[in-house]
């Protein structure tokens, strides 16, 4: 590719806390479709990084296989990336993450590579609650084959074949919020008023942060009768709650009248704030939050926001009681145990 | 006929039923055997199930140091109804059998060439102890008592066994203890002078070697290689080798205060989630290994394949064991070589490493963190169940303070930073055909790239072009001629005499092969032998082969799996490499394979060979 | 630097973006040259993305009837900005370069032995249109126009062409003969007798050829070939071959009044499930397909070994990609030989058929079926993105109204009622190592078997016994061998004169090694050619090459893989077979092919060789 | 193996509807431990079959690997049988049948087979609806690879290692209703009673008809710490209601009460009759039945019975629209288009 961008394209934004612009979070150009609602999640996860003054070089970015999985090729070229393979995903994160924990792990998917191929690895990383900020770009088709609707396509929605789509949708934030993740999202591509708190959020809990962005596919699944469309996201989809999230170490300006808001601590101190319409909903609450997610479906319409959050849970190097040093840190005299432990070790076989 | 009369070299084939406890009682005989010093070989031959199905327990004892199986069983103790007739009638003439006399053997049990030595082993439990459930138990050890009275074994060899393996459970001592003697009293009393089989103590044959299955040595050999992260899927016969290493981690691998565990085994969903997890963690810096087996190969194709093209270094572990398909889980088969060298599609090679003995094992293994990371390279360790699962005499396990994990061509913080020209992940720099690798957060501005399974160019950049492909596909032929002068090297086993002939052998095979080679070396027949250890193939495989006139490659697979990569790999001519095989799922046995060989290279012809193993199981 | 000169012998490029709509025009106008009588070879060459990347579309006319890639470009049609230069550095000398002249060629276009083409496109196409999306698709239109101007072609063809393909959307008609029109008449006006490529119309040379993908191919072939079942996933460059099934069974396999589908298509989560769904409906009686590409082959890897040791007759069809791992997706090779010919740990080998042209596709999946079901294994049809993807000149499809399927051994319900011995599924009545097949529900008392992954006995009993698992694996090496009568024939192409030189090819590859070949022997260099059509190979195979002082085995991809199924599969040596290839994911040029060839025969030095291919993408 | 049974054991029971006496239901010998879960599961699936005048060679029985996996060798002697590899059966099931909608599959799966290696699998089953009875035989651990604990395994349950296991648990039914299953059950293998008529009730639906059951393995995981032990289930499980099933032509011979019973009539006409302790609680009501099994979850008890049922759902074949012929049944003359047909695909290809 012969394209170059300009290097210093929002002259008007400040370094942040420490120290980066947000072209420091940027990546190579994007080469998916002009209008693909996966690269204004790419911006908007650009700007979530950037709002939380993270290193980049301290994130990793992983993917599986798909339109939607070449997206870490399209933001933070200061991190590394791993383009694996479809659908496999979270066992590569899951080992990267036991092998430093230190650093924030970033893992995109699609709808086929997570709900379909990657189904197993999907449910059991969850299940483990391993520390990371999982987004699937949904768009209820396989992008880059062509459009073939995916296990998160609703039934009956109309794509750019005019087949409609025969099977029943899954709903990967239900499951997810079944199988215990810690931090359960859901969003919109083109909504960036949400999205970008929403992934800041999830970027500051500890254990599975699982968001779900409907992403349309503007080449194969944006008709008017695709419920992953624009049009169609745009006029069913209702918000939990609107909510501000409130780093650690940043001022809360204003004060929430209680009832109506909700606060909820995150492990590293940040907040959320949740100003809800119904105060007797808890975000905290399992049955709660699957609940409402059915009783939307059931009215036609699509819940977006944070959907739950438990953030006191667990991650899995918690869970099984590994060190607190990173594991690749490890040195050889640490690691090995030496001839004389050998000779002990010979001697109980002899 | 004659009773089979032998000292210190004779097979005795234990038969029960699985889940009885038998393991244990016959472990100890075969400990007690070693502690005798004498070069013993025990053979677990078990079901795929948990309970009530008959399972083997074959041990030989070899005064010459044979370690294969021979073949043929001297004596069975015949515990199983369900196989008794059977395993009657598969005994050598001259043979004996041992079996529980409180019932009388029916009538079609009328073989004269062999000699019966009832126990009532029933009775003798019964009157002597009332708790049922150890009743079952102790039964097992009665009949150990027994064989050592009729094999002239000192008592006090089995009896401290006893106190050693009951030490933490020390009220099962006395019970122990004493169903010992009952079986040994009993059978001075009825059976002496019965049993030409003898042992005899001998302080100048095993040296310094211990016991011990591979598997536990595998394990062993990750945590001296400093494996930090595990990711696993139970399979038979595997799951010991992580077992061991949960195990091993614990006593070596706990913080200081008996706190956290410096390492991470995750028990995964699956086998692709198991290298998944360790391509996540070799990737990001950590040593990683996981073990598996025939299905778990076929599973992990995929992901192989990504970890050659993106140059991952991880460590895989393959327990082989009889395929195609679930085959038979609980027999030995080296059945995998083509699956695992060649593992997934397109253009791939893999390098293995074939251990023999559980020392091997361990060294291997450790090694094969550095040759991955030297290499940037999938390593696959191809054990067997014969060797991981049973315990194998072997030399004792051996490290090098000295030596230095060998974490090949990583740039840390400050090589980074004080690069000048532009770093490039898979730039062959060396002419070696490897890059310099880089871990995540490592440094802020310097040395992140894109890992990927799409053709990428010397910086790791997406490319469709055709010549950047074939530069990277050619470069990497260049690391496969780099691993050749790393890998461990081939054994060569010289005859006293000049030979014509060759035999090329590993892994679990090398002990009847070498028996087979001696055993025709007296018969006046010269063969030299080359132990193969690793693929790619150095010169020195080829140096050998063309140094003789004919050379057989015996394996333990129907298809000749190894002679077909020294084929295609050395550029030989079929006729130079005549093969062997036996693969019926046993260990291959010596004296069916000098029969075999015997023929073979007395009627001239090298066509492909089956030994044909007899006996049970 | 004199104009390229010729006259039905031609190689036109496309440089266009993907996405832009410059498909169907290209397309058009290779069909157009079709209907001119011309043998006409296509090749779209396109990026793994949906959308704005680089895309060529390579069309050779070739009067000799050659259909591989030729090899250098004589014109290029330069549409693409981001390659423009590239495409016109890539031009031969007395190349044509046609461009959009609406904006001035910048100064660094100053090659002198060109002849650059200017066509006003941008400004031709917004004077005559207004909707801007229909411009851009337009523009394609001119071109295509111009070039028939330039080419010599009738504008009645293409106006004929243009009427064909939108037959169903009339009103898009005018404007795309207005757009032809346009271009026809700028060059006309501006370009008068400057192009000295020209095309004639013929009659005498296509016959009664078509102009198909192997793909639509393939899938006319499972309709056919009585398919019923398809698991499937989406992976490039298969894909198309369900969706051209889907398209078929609407047509052909509705129920009267346009109901219900006798066919279930069904959409799989993944590539293990989708052969999961072919081995279960095939076990079940009726004929089920997959199709997949190279990492579909690796997650299969386990399933086929099921399929191999229960005997399943599957279908599955490889249309190979560039590997290793994701490699080049939308790039052509022969790559995946040995990861089919020997998929799955164990001993394990499968049947593979080596289609050419879509007649073949056409054929062989049909006949993959009775195959497969007469030696109840699965069998799998190696074609690749070349063959897959791109139109391809084929004689026409046939089928003999009289044949029958051939459904094997499979017992029915008055069959089994009639059974007087006990039968057993696995057993060798025959002696062909083919036993008798039941299907679930037959009859209420007789032939229900288990089927199983794991060892058997002929009655498909559970069993470790060493015996019954060897005579199992050998009955399947007597089956390997019954396959070999029943699998097609290679074809041989001897030379005029005889020759001691022998060629082997196969796919897509005989195109450009035929070609070759007639050009060599032009030179006096005679060769004979074998075009293998089937693994396991047969004794026609083996006679070729030992009828031959020297062979080359031409194929794509770097480690020789049908040269390692050869070398092991007919014990040949290795000096026997000298390994040709080319494999960096465009389809094997003729030209580059010659030149290798030449040079090889020269120094009669038979070591590996690599076709090093020029060319963009 | 030498094992010779009786051939006529139950002399007490007579023939049913189709003829057919207890023992034509009966399979080979179990070579499972004694006291095992899985043998008495079988034994509940060979007196549904019977008990429902079942042809024993209508029936196909398929299944994974592991102890439970082996069942179909113990029971049905008569019907053909697929012991496939490991957590793929679903998939198997899906393929036979498509290939022949007319037969019962019954797929016998473990906790291991189905929650690890077969999630991918299982989920997707479900959500195509697939016509069979997906029997999971759950005892939280790998039985046949000597006791690791499985995905279904309780946070904090102590098997026979002593370890405690540390993941939270799936729970398959809760994941079966969510993605459409119609009809979910689960039961214990300790209680005939309950289960002998779940089956039944299961076979009758048409569509996928999921049912785990709790079966201790008493070699690994039947320790009074294990919540998979025949002691904890018999003192935490609570039924959602006492039901009986009414096959089809079967007369009704009690009269229920109105409000306290819900009867559901399947497809086939047959009718379950729910006595139910709140008649509040619609058994069709899937959010209902997920908030049932979560809120007896925080309780510490395992709800069993019969959880969810939608006896309009429709299967595979019926989503797909295939024929109602059994396609391994059409013939070369229906199914090649011939010659002629081939001549116009040549014609339109010039
Ligand atoms: C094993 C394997 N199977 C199939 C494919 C082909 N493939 C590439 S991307 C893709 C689906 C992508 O869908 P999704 O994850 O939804 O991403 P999107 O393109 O819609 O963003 C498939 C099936 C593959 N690369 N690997
Ligand atoms: C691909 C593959 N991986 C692993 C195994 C080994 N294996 C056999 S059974 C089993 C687990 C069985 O557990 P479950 O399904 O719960 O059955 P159970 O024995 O508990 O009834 C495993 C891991 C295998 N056969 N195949
Ligand atoms: S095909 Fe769809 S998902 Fe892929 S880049 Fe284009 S718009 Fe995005
Ligand atoms: S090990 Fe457990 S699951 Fe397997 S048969 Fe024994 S009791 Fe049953
Ligand atoms: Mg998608
Ligand atoms: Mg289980």
């Known amino acids: ?350 | 006929m004659k009773p089979i009369q032998s000292c210190n070299d004779l097979v005795i084939r234990f038969a029960n039923v699985n889940g009885s406890g038998s393991a244990s009682a016959n472990n100890l005989f075969a400990r007690a055997v070693f502690r005798l010093g004498l070069p013993v070989s025990p053979k677990n031959i078990f079901p795929s199930n948990i309970q009530g199905l008959p399972t083997w327990y074959e041990v030989r004892i070899s005064e010459q140091g044979y370690l294969g199986r021979r073949g043929g069983v001297d004596m069975v103790v015949a515990m199983n109804g369900q196989t008794m007739h059977r395993d009657y009638a598969e005994l050598q003439p001259g043979g004996y059998f041992v079996y529980d006399s409180s019932r009388q053997l029916p009538e079609e049990y009328e073989r004269q060439d062999l000699v019966l030595i009832g126990l009532p082993l029933t009775n003798l439990c019964n009157e002597a102890f009332d708790n049922p459930r150890m009743r079952g138990l102790l039964k097992n050890i009665i009949y150990v008592g027994g064989l050592a009275y009729l094999l002239d074994m000192e008592l006090e060899v089995l009896t401290a066994a006893v106190e050693l393996q009951y030490r933490k459970k020390s009220q099962l001592i006395p019970p122990n203890l004493k169903a010992l003697e009952l079986g040994y009293d009993h059978a001075r009393r009825h059976h002496q002078g019965r049993c030409l089989l003898t042992t005899r103590r001998r302080d100048d044959l095993i040296g310094d070697q211990i016991l011990m299955d591979g598997n536990a040595a595998t394990a062993l050999g990750a945590i001296y290689g400093g494996a930090t992260v595990v990711g696993w899927y139970p399979i038979t016969p595997s799951t010991s080798v992580i077992e061991h290493f949960g195990r091993y981690a614990e006593r070596f691998r706990r913080e200081e205060g008996g706190g956290r565990l410096m390492a991470a085994i995750v028990q995964a969903e699956d086998e692709l989630a198991a290298l998944g997890i360790v391509i996540g963690a070799a990737w990001n810096g950590a040593r990683a290994f996981t073990a598996t087996s025939g299905p778990g190969i076929s599973l992990m194709s995929e992901f192989l394949g990504l970890a050659y093209f993106a140059e991952i270094p991880v460590v895989l572990v393959n327990v082989q064991r009889a395929g195609p398909s679930t085959g038979m889980p609980t027999r030995t088969q080296q059945g995998d070589i083509l699956a695992c060298g060649y593992a997934s599609h397109g253009d791939t090679k893999h390098l293995l490493l074939f251990p023999s003995t559980p020392a091997e094992c361990f060294t291997m293994t450790a090694r094969a963190f550095d040759l991955a990371e030297r290499l940037q390279a999938p390593v696959i360790v191809m054990s067997d169940l014969d060797l991981g699962m049973n315990d194998q005499l072997s030399p004792p396990l051996n490290w090098d303070d000295d030596g230095r994990y060998d974490r090949g061509k990583v740039l840390d913080h400050d090589q980074l930073e004080a690069l000048e020209e532009q770093w490039g992940r898979y730039r062959d720099v060396d002419g070696d055909g490897v890059g310099y690798r880089t871990f995540p957060g490592t440094h802020p501005s310097k040395g992140a790239y894109f890992t990927r399974g799409t053709s990428h160019d010397e910086y790791s950049k997406y490319s469709e072009e055709s010549d950047t492909y074939l530069q990277n596909m050619e470069r990497l032929v260049q690391k496969w001629e780099t691993a050749k002068g790393l890998l461990p090297l081939p054994e060569e086993r010289p005859a006293e005499e000049k030979a014509a002939i060759g035999l090329v052998c590993y892994g679990t095979t090398i002990f009847s092969a070498q028996e087979a080679v001696e055993t025709l070396a007296r018969e006046g027949l010269a063969i030299d032998v080359l132990v193969i250890k690793a693929f790619p193939f150095q010169q020195a495989v080829v140096d050998f082969i063309q140094g003789h006139e004919e050379v057989l490659v015996v394996e333990q697979n129907r298809d000749s799996q190894l002679r077909t990569l020294l084929l295609v790999e050395c550029g030989l001519a079929p006729e130079q490499l005549t093969p062997v095989t036996s693969y019926d799922g046993l260990p291959i046995a010596a004296r069916a394979l000098v029969e075999q060989l015997r023929t073979l290279l007395a009627s001239g012809q090298s066509t492909t060979t089956t030994v044909t193993q007899g006996g049970a199981a």
Not at chain 1, 26 to 47: K, P, R
Not at chain 1, 153 to 158: L, N
Not at chain 1, 217 to 245: L, Q
Not at chain 1, 317 to 342: F, K, M, V, Y
Request: with cysteine; charged share 20%; hydrophobic share 35%.
């Open chain 1, 1 to 350: 590719m012969t394209f170059f961008r300009p290097s210093f394209r929002h002259p008007q934004l400040p370094a942040n806390q420490a120290g980066y612009y947000l072209r420091d979070y940027e990546g190579g150009i994007s080469t998916l479709c002009a209008g693909c609602g996966h690269d204004s999640i790419n911006g908007a996860i650009i700007q979530a990084c950037y709002e939380l003054s993270l290193e980049p070089h301290r994130i990793v970015k992983l993917s599986g296989i798909g339109c939607s999985s070449k997206s870490p090729a399209y933001l933070l070229s200061a991190a590394h990336g791993f383009n694996s393979v479809h659908g496999r995903m979270p066992s590569i994160v899951t080992g990267a993450n036991m092998a430093n924990r230190e650093l924030l792990y970033l893992g995109i998917s699609g709808d086929g590579d997570t709900a379909s191929i990657g189904m197993g690895q999907f449910v059991h990383a969850v299940r483990r609650n391993l520390n990371m900020v999982y987004i699937v770009m949904n768009n209820g088709c396989y992008g880059l084959t062509k459009g073939q609707y995916s296990a998160t396509a609703d039934k009956g929605s109309v794509g750019k074949k005019g087949e409609p789509n025969l099977l029943e949708s899954i709903d990967l934030c239900e499951i997810a919020i079944q199988l215990g993740a810690g931090f359960v999202g859901r969003s919109f591509s083109g909504d960036k008023q949400q999205l970008v708190p929403l992934l800041k959020a999830a970027m500051s809990h500890i254990g599975m942060a699982f968001i779900d962005v409907i992403s349309p596919c503007v080449t194969f699944n944006n008709t008017p009768t695709s419920t992953k469309s624009y049009h169609w996201v745009r006029e069913h989809s209702e918000a939990t709650s609107t909510f501000d999230f409130v780093p650690f170490r940043q001022e809360i300006t204003t004060d929430y009248e209680n009832g109506s808001t909700e606060a909820v601590t995150l492990h590293d101190h940040s907040v959320i704030y949740l100003h809800k319409k119904d105060p007797e909903v808890a975000v905290t609450d399992r049955r709660q939050a699957v609940d409402a997610l059915e009783e939307h479906k059931e009215e036609g319409l699509i819940l977006t926001g944070v959907l739950y959050v438990d953030p006191e849970s667990e991650d899995t190097h918690t869970i099984l009681n590994t060190s607190e040093r990173p594991l690749n840190s490890l040195e050889q005299a640490e690691l090995c145990p030496g001839s004389a432990a050998l000779k002990e070790i010979n001697e109980e076989l002899r």
